[in-house]
């Protein structure tokens, strides 16, 4: 709670909207203790007196009732009309949506088209209709203004409900022996409760004014009792010979709305799950480079890491992705980069070409050479004649890399266009020729499919055809087979393997799978923490592995052949990278361990190929 | 007495009638299949993204109606009508363990809900199986005042597992319970399931695409493809000697360590169309052994061999 008000004051505006709420209700709550006149007590003699006139501090209305007094006494009923409403409409429409999302099929149809029934009216009209059919009074016109916003609840909170009903958490309380009342109250209502505060929080200002507009057409609050709508209403025949009367209650009725939505809004944004994480902010276009210390001499490989340091910048914490790795890959090879989630592997593979996302993302030192010229830090204009050109990605999910509303020929000519000014007649051609190297049937038909039609291991051709477009020399491949089938992932390694063969490419291969690492690299580096804890030729790493880490993480890995067994778990956790321990980050779950892994900088250390950042090494290399 | 026997056990989903012309067929995710798990048994289910793994899962556990066949759990036809007795017989441990736990409640409050619900337990005597589960699966009291966000993909895990045995059922239907994590979490789990299967004498049905993995924990193994099965073996040979040309293409496949790089399949890489089913063997298309009968007719499952049956006209040599 602290941390949502904490939030919600970080935004001056929903502050103001706040402070300026939380001075009318108090107002309005000490009516009874402030040495206020009557507000219903006429003294014709004494009407349209100008403001600041003695007794008056803001005048007199057509009937000589003090202004000041009718203000607070007609904020009060509005105020509490149009929360009240917003409270009625709300349960109702909520209630509606839920058990439409909820139930689905049906039920959620029938809802659904009855709710639309009555959003099809005009909205005033609707509200109009109401209070003409029951009679003129502030309790209808507060049933009118709650009945026609019941639709925008329902439909918001059905939203929200159907996406939660498909969550595997539902499912689990109906195995839970939950029946259906008691999952929609203890497991969805406090799902979709933030929703409805943030729905209810940027409409209470608006059932307020609408409020007001039915008081003003005389169908609200009935005279002498005042309401700010009623108020207008009496003041609009001296609105010209005597403004005041009119300027007064539309003052509070701006300063009531706006504050409501200000504070409304800021609402929303602190209670948004998406927002909270500082999604709003637009990342840059490269990544943020602060580098401090010597920057890494240049090597002769194709592309060479040196040194790289990556970290996130999160409020307070300072989480080191990547903490100090050197990399280096050569014409025609393959270098396997093996770790699990969280080892610095993809941050690692995203600082090459400056993609990881700023803010939170800062490079902090180390350099990344391609041919010899150092790409970070370089300015924005090198890096996007670079990226696609000379190194190429293939990302793990192609349905989400992919555009959904273009056909893939269309985004791959896009992708060759935006670095060779060539027809798109001959963009298409090259693109079918693309689709046939990566082996896809049919080629010139699929060449106008959408993503969504092709299956997973086509559209993984397609992004494997889309790093092939502009011809690099490099290509990145983030764990490009995890979400595919077996069978499928079988064709596309041996695909990537044919075409670097092919054309002398470079693959930097990201994944967490020894066999894929096996059958693809030529060499290996093993991350952990966000550094390389080992490094080496494929087999020689796979067949004699030099660091505890490596081996026991082999060891734990079930391979096809070995029959039924124990498996020979690591137990506990890898660390958190905004709190690494001192000296091998994983001394902690080592049996090998000792007091010097636990202090100090532990170097790679090895004659090369070879290499092992580790004390007590398995093996000599 | 097996504990879970499967009849003729099929799920078609249907289609939206056109506004125009005859309804459609509708999409079979699951065709008839049968197979029993015997007690104290943990039999693997491997297949392909596709291959109705999920929705025979789902079925057993009675989160969706089948649409022909019969479920028969300890002897007894399912009877999701009264979910307190229903849930005590299975349980399901769910492949995304993050969003398989309400985000807005505590894990105690996770955890209470099968006790209450299943069996009518008093604060203290649930407050007292909580610990005892807990202790079971290594996690540590202190968690259970926690949100679900506050843990790892291996530690929600196991607060998944820790729910289903709340519930004390015979058998657990097991849907990658381990294919969301890392390796090294994977292994801790795979662990923890066979520890508390010989503790608590529980039946598996374990449902995974990871070949290597269904090896190491499984007695049977089950092969689907296309929502049908095509050979049921055991686990120590049916990889290395299968019948099925399909469970050959799965273990060439598999990607293992000294094994040379193989695309073990060129021609007809994909799926049939659920929609448009070819007549006979789904696999067909795909399969090097194919003849005119298997494009025509629709092959049984057959014993062969000791132990092994196979759904196939052409059948490998053993």
């Known amino acids: 709670m602290s941390a949502f008000l904490r939030l919600l004051f970080r935004n001056r505006l929903a502050a103001l909207g706040a402070v300026v709420l939380a001075v009318i209700v108090i107002l309005v709550l000490i009516i009874p203790v402030l040495p206020l006149q009557n507000p219903d007590a006429t003294a014709t003699a004494n009407r349209f007196q100008k403001p600041f006139s003695a007794g008056h501090p803001l005048g007199t209305d057509h009937l000589g009732r003090d202004l000041l007094s009718r203000l607070l006494h007609g904020t009060r009923l509005s105020l509490a009309v149009g929360i009240a409403a917003a409270i009625i409409a709300a349960t109702i429409g909520s209630a509606i949506g839920i058990v439409a999302g909820y139930f689905g099929g049906r039920t959620d149809?029938?809802?659904?088209?009855?709710?639309?029934?009555?959003?099809?009216?005009?909205?005033?009209?609707?509200?109009?209709?109401?209070?003409?059919?029951?009679?003129?009074?502030?309790?209808?016109?507060?049933?009118?203004?709650?009945?026609?916003?019941?639709?925008?609840?329902?439909?918001?909170?059905?939203?929200?409900?159907?996406?939660?009903?498909?969550?595997?958490?539902?499912?689990?309380?109906?195995?839970?022996?939950?029946?259906?009342?008691?999952?929609?109250?203890?497991?969805?209502?406090?799902?979709?409760?933030?929703?409805?505060?943030?729905?209810?929080?940027?409409?209470?200002?608006?059932?307020?004014?609408?409020?007001?507009?039915?008081?003003?057409?005389?169908?609200?609050?009935?005279?002498?009792?005042?309401?700010?709508?009623?108020?207008?209403?009496?003041?609009?025949?001296?609105?010209?010979?005597?403004?005041?009367?009119?300027?007064?209650?539309?003052?509070?009725?701006?300063?009531?709305?706006?504050?409501?939505?200000?504070?409304?809004?800021?609402?929303?944004?602190?209670?948004?799950?998406?927002?909270?994480?500082?999604?709003?902010?637009?990342?840059?276009?490269?990544?943020?480079?602060?580098?401090?210390?010597?920057?890494?001499?240049?090597?002769?490989?194709?592309?060479?890491?040196?040194?790289?340091?990556?970290?996130?910048?999160?409020?307070?914490?300072?989480?080191?992705?990547?903490?100090?790795?050197?990399?280096?890959?050569?014409?025609?090879?393959?270098?396997?980069?093996?770790?699990?989630?969280?080892?610095?592997?993809?941050?690692?593979?995203?600082?090459?070409?400056?993609?990881?996302?700023?803010?939170?993302?800062?490079?902090?030192?180390?350099?990344?050479?391609?041919?010899?010229?150092?790409?970070?830090?370089?300015?924005?204009?090198?890096?996007?004649?670079?990226?696609?050109?000379?190194?190429?990605?293939?990302?793990?999910?192609?349905?989400?890399?992919?555009?959904?509303?273009?056909?893939?020929?269309?985004?791959?000519?896009?992708?060759?266009?935006?670095?060779?000014?060539?027809?798109?007649?001959?963009?298409?051609?090259?693109?079918?020729?693309?689709?046939?190297?990566?082996?896809?049937?049919?080629?010139?038909?699929?060449?106008?499919?959408?993503?969504?039609?092709?299956?997973?291991?086509?559209?993984?051709?397609?992004?494997?055809?889309?790093?092939?477009?502009?011809?690099?020399?490099?290509?990145?491949?983030?764990?490009?087979?995890?979400?595919?089938?077996?069978?499928?992932?079988?064709?596309?390694?041996?695909?990537?393997?044919?075409?670097?063969?092919?054309?002398?490419?470079?693959?930097?291969?990201?994944?967490?799978?020894?066999?894929?690492?096996?059958?693809?690299?030529?060499?290996?580096?093993?991350?952990?923490?966000?550094?390389?804890?080992?490094?080496?030729?494929?087999?020689?790493?796979?067949?004699?592995?030099?660091?505890?880490?490596?081996?026991?993480?082999?060891?734990?890995?079930?391979?096809?052949?070995?029959?039924?067994?124990?498996?020979?778990?690591?137990?506990?956790?890898?660390?958190?990278?905004?709190?690494?321990?001192?000296?091998?980050?994983?001394?902690?779950?080592?049996?090998?361990?000792?007091?010097?892994?636990?202090?100090?900088?532990?170097?790679?250390?090895?004659?090369?190929?070879?290499?092992?950042?580790?004390?007590?090494?398995?093996?000599?290399? | 007495m097996p504990a879970l026997k499967v009849d003729g056990l099929a799920k078609t989903f249907p289609l939206k009638k056109p506004l125009f012309g005859p309804a459609r067929p509708g999409v079979r995710a699951v065709r008839p299949v049968s197979f029993q798990v015997e007690t104290g048994e943990t039999l693997g289910v491997v297949g392909e993204s596709g291959c109705g793994k999920s929705t025979l899962a789902r079925m057993l556990v009675g989160l969706l109606e089948p649409s022909e066949g019969t479920i028969e759990i300890a002897g007894k036809a399912q009877d999701t009508a009264d979910p307190a007795a229903f849930g005590k017989l299975i349980q399901y441990v769910f492949q995304d363990p993050n969003s398989s736990l309400n985000p807005r409640k505590t894990i105690r409050q996770v955890m209470e809900a099968p006790l209450k619900r299943l069996h009518a337990m008093s604060g203290p005597d649930r407050d007292r199986r909580i610990s005892e589960i807990f202790a079971s699966v290594n996690l540590r009291d202190e968690f259970l005042g926690r949100y679900p966000h506050e843990f790892s993909g291996g530690q929600a895990q196991r607060i998944g597992i820790a729910r289903a045995l709340a519930a004390d059922p015979r058998i657990i239907v097991l849907d990658e319970p381990v294919s969301a994590l890392d390796v090294s979490v994977q292994a801790q789990v795979l662990n923890l399931l066979a520890d508390l299967k010989s503790r608590f004498g529980l039946t598996y049905l374990f449902i995974t695409h990871d070949l290597a993995v269904v090896e190491a924990v499984s007695d049977r193994i089950v092969v689907l493809y296309f929502g049908a099965v095509v050979e049921i073996g055991k686990a120590e040979s049916i990889f290395a000697n299968p019948r099925h040309p399909y469970t050959k293409l799965l273990a060439d496949s598999a990607p293992v360590v000294g094994r040379p790089l193989t695309a073990p399949e060129q021609k007809g890489t994909e799926l049939p169309d659920p929609l448009n089913p070819p007549p006979g063997c789904a696999f067909a298309g795909r399969c090097p052994r194919a003849t005119d009968l298997c494009r025509v007719q629709d092959p049984d499952l057959k014993p062969m061999g000791e132990d092994q049956l196979a759904a196939c006209h052409h059948p490998l040599e053993g």
């Not at chain 1, 609840?153 to 958490?169: D, K, M, P, S, Y």
């Not at chain 1, 307020?208 to 700010?228: C, N, V, Y």
């Not at chain 1, 509070?252 to 504050?259: D, K, T």
């Not at chain 1, 202090?599 to 950042?613: K, M, N």
């Open chain 1, 109 to 621: 149809n029938v809802i659904m088209r009855l709710v639309d029934m009555l959003m099809a009216f005009p909205y005033i009209l609707l509200a109009l209709a109401i209070v003409a059919a029951l009679g003129p009074g502030l309790m209808n016109a507060l049933i009118a203004v709650a009945a026609v916003n019941v639709p925008f609840f329902a439909r918001n909170i059905r939203g929200i409900t159907v996406g939660l009903a498909g969550r595997e958490f539902i499912d689990a309380a109906r195995l839970a022996g939950m029946g259906h009342t008691r999952i929609i109250l203890t497991e969805l209502l406090p799902n979709v409760l933030p929703v409805i505060v943030i729905a209810m929080s940027t409409t209470v200002g608006w059932m307020i004014l609408e409020t007001a507009g039915l008081s003003f057409l005389g169908l609200g609050s009935q005279p002498p009792q005042a309401d700010l709508g009623s108020m207008l209403g009496e003041a609009r025949s001296a609105m010209i010979s005597h403004p005041h009367t009119s300027i007064v209650p539309g003052i509070m009725i701006f300063l009531i709305v706006m504050s409501i939505n200000l504070l409304g809004d800021g609402v929303r944004d602190a209670l948004d799950p998406r927002l909270r994480s500082g999604a709003l902010s637009r990342p840059r276009a490269t990544t943020l480079v602060r580098r401090s210390g010597d920057i890494p001499a240049p090597t002769d490989d194709l592309l060479a890491i040196r040194d790289l340091q990556t970290q996130f910048h999160v409020g307070r914490h300072i989480y080191r992705a990547v903490g100090g790795v050197s990399l280096a890959v050569r014409p025609g090879e393959c270098l396997g980069v093996i770790g699990e989630s969280g080892s610095g592997k993809s941050v690692t593979a995203l600082s090459v070409m400056g993609l990881v996302a700023s803010p939170p993302g800062v490079i902090t030192g180390g350099a990344v050479y391609f041919r010899g010229q150092d790409l970070i830090g370089a300015p924005y204009e090198t890096l996007r004649q670079k990226r696609g050109d000379s190194v190429a990605y293939i990302f793990q999910d192609p349905l989400s890399t992919l555009h959904p509303l273009y056909r893939i020929g269309q985004q791959l000519a896009e992708a060759i266009r935006s670095h060779h000014g060539i027809s798109r007649a001959e963009a298409h051609r090259r693109a079918v020729q693309l689709l046939k190297d990566v082996r896809i049937p049919n080629a010139e038909s699929r060449v106008n499919d959408y993503p969504h039609e092709m299956s997973g291991g086509m559209r993984q051709r397609v992004g494997i055809a889309m790093a092939l477009a502009n011809e690099p020399d490099v290509i990145i491949a983030d764990e490009p087979t995890t979400a595919l089938d077996v069978t499928v992932q079988a064709q596309i390694l041996s695909l990537l393997d044919d075409l670097r063969r092919e054309r002398g490419l470079a693959i930097v291969f990201i994944t967490h799978d020894f066999g894929v690492v096996a059958q693809l690299c030529d060499r290996v580096a093993v991350m952990y923490a966000g550094r390389i804890v080992e490094e080496g030729p494929t087999a020689a790493v796979l067949d004699a592995p030099a660091h505890p880490y490596t081996r026991r993480l082999i060891a734990c890995v079930p391979e096809l052949g070995g029959g039924r067994r124990e498996l020979a778990a690591i137990p506990g956790l890898p660390p958190m990278v905004d709190a690494l321990p001192p000296g091998c980050a994983f001394a902690p779950r080592c049996d090998k361990a000792q007091d010097s892994c636990r202090s100090g900088e532990i170097a790679l250390t090895g004659t090369a190929p070879r290499a092992v950042r580790c004390l007590y090494p398995e093996e000599a290399v």
